[in-house]
């Protein structure tokens, strides 16, 4: 199973951005996607999720109103659309893929068995 995490760069504060996750080798559709951040000498947090059927999404408080989480599974790719960017959401962005069939959300990490190498995030000032 492999995770493509893409769309990463450098945009001021305000901007937007959009980051893209394409699976292969397993079918997408069964399951849950997460993504996740880590911002330089901190640990690894949750962004957002969305549920298998795309009919549940959750994320966290910081980036609530901002972001949106979606996938396409025609396509096999799930999308995190980045609006309003702060200097503090500079990080490296990672997409997930849950455990289990037809799993809903999660904002654990244990509870995603694959992830994507990950895609930077600059936001100046």
């Known amino acids: 199973v492999q995770l493509q995490a893409s769309g990463g760069g450098v945009v001021q504060a305000g901007g937007s951005l959009r980051l893209s996750c394409t699976v292969s080798?397993?079918?997408?559709?069964?399951?849950?996607m997460g993504w996740f951040r880590q911002a330089p000498g901190k640990e690894r947090e949750f962004v957002a999720a969305?549920?298998?059927?795309?009919?549940?999404?959750i994320y966290a408080d910081s980036v609530k109103g901002r972001f949106t989480v979606s996938r396409d599974n025609a396509k096999k790719t799930s999308y995190l659309q980045m609006n309003g960017l702060k200097p503090q959401d500079t990080a490296v962005y990672y997409c997930?893929?849950?455990?289990?069939?037809?799993?809903?959300?999660?904002?654990?990490?244990?509870?995603?068995?694959?992830w994507g190498q990950g895609t930077l995030v600059t936001v100046s000032s």
């Open positions: 080798g397993r079918t997408f559709s069964y399951y849950a």
């Open positions: 969305i549920s298998w059927s795309g009919t549940y999404t």
């Open positions: 997930s893929m849950r455990q289990g069939r037809y799993s809903s959300t999660s904002s654990r990490e244990d509870d995603y068995d694959y």
